[in-house]
């Protein structure tokens, strides 16, 4: 069989398929299918791989983190968040906005879910922002850029997706490299949103009284302790990401369900059906990019990709900066998972033919999928964001732009500096 036409089907195929609106698996797996079929291979064989993308520990730990940002978003925990960021960093030249980002880091620090992000505490911040005298745009574009913190700030599923697909890289290691470029990502945000905020005249929040500060920092501080069972978990050895994550979602249950209260019990039944229908779609995925990596490695793709990468140029600036380019185009047609499950094993071994540690890769490729959350076709967190603030998606996209430019000097910074992902995992190994 001619592998030029096998690669041939296998591109065409998935393309077609793609433009014809097929869910993103079946798109995957039926691209997979037809390959198989003119390469005269069993087709069982494409099960098998199905299953045997699956078939890892590590998933297991998914479910629980889904499952722990879905009761706090349900148990009313954005509220005390936002609450405790109001605290921080309120009382700054328009404060609502700063709130906003360190609001949204926390949850995001707890959820993992940009979509999540912007939908839990964006119900919260756009109709305050608005009622506090700030444009209903701006509050959009600070929500959702912010928002993005969460694909990047451990613990988030997405990592665990990245392992996933590249084969089996520690997770340790790659929550560890997402906090400083977290930091830097809410620092560069904050730095944007009281610029605008100055120009356009934002004046500081009402003070806290202080009767309320000891309430405040002690509900936010239990807000924010799933994140910290997780984390600290893993990091100190004590236990598994399995163990982490279904450790944090039984506090998150006691303290949404047991403790505030603030729902009925009955609630935790549409958690569990949203937590189980996004599990999953994220497991069939994971299957069949599974068998979709498995064809490619086959016809040897990730081999070619890699020299036509290098045929190119020879200096790693410039073909780093054309993958970035790539991911950044990218980023508007695909969804965040499969652009993770697909292209990470592809471009891995053009970046570490370049020196490129797979650990940083993660942290660049995880930043570059959010960012794509933002820009039409798809950008999920774009449309969240305008439907809750009642806007257009183009008002919302001119929004979202000033962020969207620090962002983008935060990603050449993770690109060009290793150290800003790598120095925190190597201390703890």
Known sequence: MDQS?????????????MLLRFPIALTLVGSTMLTVLYLDIPLPVVGQQMIQGISSFSLLAIPFFILTGQIMG???????????????????????????????????????????????????????????????????????????QGVVVPPSHNLVLYSIAVGGLSIKALFLAGIIPGLVLLASLMITGYIIAIKRGYQKSDPVPRSEIPGILLHGLASMTPAVIILG??????????????????????????????????????????????????????????AFGWIMAYLKLPDLITQVF??????????????????????????????????????????????????????????????????????????????????????GTKAMLPFFYSMIVVLMLVTYVPQLSLWLPSLFK
């Open 5 to 17: 036409i096998a690669i041939t089907i296998l591109g065409v195929s998935f393309v077609v398929l």
């Open 74 to 148: 349900e148990g009313g925990l954005a509220v005390r968040l936002v609450n405790m960021a109001n605290l921080l960093v309120g009382r700054v030249r328009g404060g609502l906005a700063l709130v906003n980002s360190v609001a949204c880091m926390f949850f995001g620090n707890i959820s993992g879910s940009a979509v999540a992000d912007a939908s839990s505490v964006g119900s919260v911040m756009i109709p305050m922002m608005k009622k506090k005298g700030y444009d209903a745009d701006y509050a959009v574009g600070v929500t959702i850029s912010s928002a993005i």
């Open 233 to 290: 978990g893993i990091i100190s050895g004590w236990f598994t990401a399995t163990e982490s994550g279904a450790l944090a979602a039984t506090y998150a249950f006691i303290l949404a369900f047991g403790i505030y209260r603030e729902v009925p019990l009955s609630r935790m039944w549409p958690v569990l059906k949203r937590t189980f229908r996004i599990v999953l779609m994220v497991y069939f995925l994971i299957a069949a990019s599974n």
């Open 310 to 395: 290098l045929s190119v140029s020879d200096s790693p600036f410039v073909i780093l900066l054309m993958i970035n380019i790539l991911l950044l185009l990218l980023g508007g047609p695909m969804d965040m998972a499969p652009m993770i499950l697909i292209l990470s094993p592809v471009l891995l071994p053009v970046v570490t033919k370049l020196g490129m540690d797979p650990i940083q890769f993660g942290i660049l490729m995880i930043l570059n999928s959010g960012m794509g959350l933002l820009t039409p076709p798809v950008g999920t967190v774009l449309f969240v964001g305008c439907a809750i603030g009642k806007i257009s998606v183009e008002q």
